[in-house]
Structure formats: structure tokens, C-alpha cells
């Protein structure tokens, strides 16, 4: 499924990183507040600290949904749905760590019912300021093969 030079470029094995952001102190509030997720990981500094993380820790869930908004190549991609997502939690994130993510198309293939639709599999890495992995997954996307530029 190789495109022209001009269009979005989905073959297997490109490879492509999203903007920076660093998590605050507010993110992880406000998001214990959105998902009612007040687990004392990420709200109770006294017990975070005598955990093996020695602080409070953002919500994986919330770093999943911030990596998905992230400016990137994919805001170019003519993305018809989401069709999927697994996500593996690999280190901890909290307020000041900043974090990016690095996407590799690892399946690029038309839909059996429509050749001018495409599935593509990609494959996610979510690192901090130091390079560590923070998050590993896959996500899904239907794309219209006729937009692609």
C-alpha cells in the first residue's frame, strides 16, 4: 500500500515521533476527578512516597489519552475510526516528567470489503525525558485510502 510522495506515507516500517508534553500537577488532579480514579497513588503524596514509585504517579490511563492528542504525522492521516487499542503500562510518569511517543507502522493493508479503505497497525512506544519506556502498546485506525495527502 505505498503511496505517492505527496500523500501520507503507510508502509510498513515508517516510523514517526509526536510532539513533547510535560504532565502536571493538574493533569493528574484533574483526571482523578474526571475518572473518579482516587487511588492513593496518584493523590496521597505521604503513602505515594513510601511506595516504590517515592511519589505520586499519573494515571496510565491518563497518559494513554494525552499520547493519543499529541501532535503528530497522524494529524495528516485521513482517519475514518479508531478500531483499536492495547496499552502496557512499563514505568511510572508524574507531575514534571515530559513525554513523547514514537510510532512504527507494523501492518498496512486495504479492508476485504472496501479497497479504498485500509487498516493500519502501529506500534507504540512512550517515553520520558530520559529516554525511559514508559508505555509500550498498538493502535488500530481505518483510513480512506483516497485522501491520503
Do not use: C
Not at 2 to 14: C, F, K, R, T
Amino acid at each position: 500500500m505505498a503511496a505517492p510522495e505527496s500523500a501520507v506515507d503507510l508502509s510498513v516500517g515508517h516510523s514517526f515521533e509526536t510532539a513533547r508534553r510535560t504532565i502536571t500537577e493538574a493533569d493528574i488532579v484533574n483526571f482523578a476527578g474526571l475518572s473518579n480514579d482516587f487511588n492513593p497513588l496518584h493523590v496521597d503524596e505521604p503513602f505515594a512516597a513510601a511506595t516504590a514509585f517515592g511519589r505520586r504517579i499519573a494515571h496510565g490511563q491518563m497518559i494513554a489519552a494525552i499520547v493519543t492528542g499529541l501532535r503528530s504525522e497522524l494529524d495528516r492521516w485521513p482517519v475514518l475510526a479508531y478500531v483499536g487499542a492495547s496499552r502496557d503500562f512499563r514505568g511510572p510518569i508524574g507531575a514534571g516528567d515530559t513525554i513523547h511517543a514514537v510510532y512504527t507502522i507494523s501492518g498496512s493493508r486495504p479492508t476485504s470489503s472496501d479497497p479504498e479503505r485500509g487498516v493500519v497497525t502501529l506500534d507504540l512506544k512512550v517515553l520520558d525525558q530520559a529516554g525511559n519506556e514508559a508505555m509500550t502498546g498498538e493502535d488500530v485506525m481505518l483510513v480512506d485510502l483516497r485522501r491520503q495527502g
